[in-house]
């Protein structure tokens, strides 16, 4: 079985169409690895980006905890879940429709193992970043996290007799 696919993979991409050449001797494997390197692990998501949006999540399902002092900021295993958590979201929106699109003869299943393949080797590889983004995202929340608990009692004294 041929596999179809283009020798420039930006050439793919653009205006979400694709755009085919046959080239043989090609594997669906190493199609999916040009195209998660093509998008990249971190690529469109900046390791600050990262680190606040966590921040922001965290902010926005807890802000009643934070404004009464009750919140109890996670851990570094939590965070880095979290992180992990949006970065897995992130890539397998953008490499897994993408290899929908380009490879539409497997199965759901297929593109489910591969794109857990690539999450842990992107993992192994970009361990540093990783923990550097969520530390970040750490260091972020409490800044956040502190201005905010500012803010709240500055209020408090404004409109408190």
């Known amino acids: 079985m041929s596999i179809y696919i283009e ?3 930006s050439s793919i991409f653009k205006k979400g169409t694709l755009r085919r ?3 043989k001797d090609s594997s669906d494997f190493r199609f999916i690895d040009k195209i998660s ?3 990249g692990y ?3 998501n900046s390791l600050k980006g990262i680190a606040k949006k966590c921040t922001r999540l965290l902010i926005n399902e807890n802000f009643g905890l934070i404004c009464g002092n009750e919140f109890i900021e996670p851990n570094y295993d ?3 879940f979290l992180v992990l958590d949006i970065l897995r979201k992130n890539f397998e929106e953008k490499v897994g429709n993408a290899i929908e699109q380009a490879l ?3 199965a759901e299943a297929d593109i489910d193992s591969e794109l857990d393949r690539l999450e842990k080797l992107y993992r192994r590889e ?3 970043q990783i923990r550097t983004t969520t530390n970040a995202a750490l260091k972020e929340l409490k ?3 502190k201005n905010l608990q500012k803010e709240v009692k500055a209020l408090k004294r404004k409109y408190t007799i």
């Open 7 to 9: 020798s420039d993979i």
């Open 21 to 23: 050449m046959m080239i």
């Open 37 to 39: 390197q093509y998008y």
């Open 42 to 44: 971190f690529e469109e």
């Open 78 to 80: 939590e965070m880095e």
């Open 104 to 106: 539409p003869h497997l």
């Open 126 to 128: 970009y361990q540093e």
């Open 143 to 145: 800044t956040r996290i």
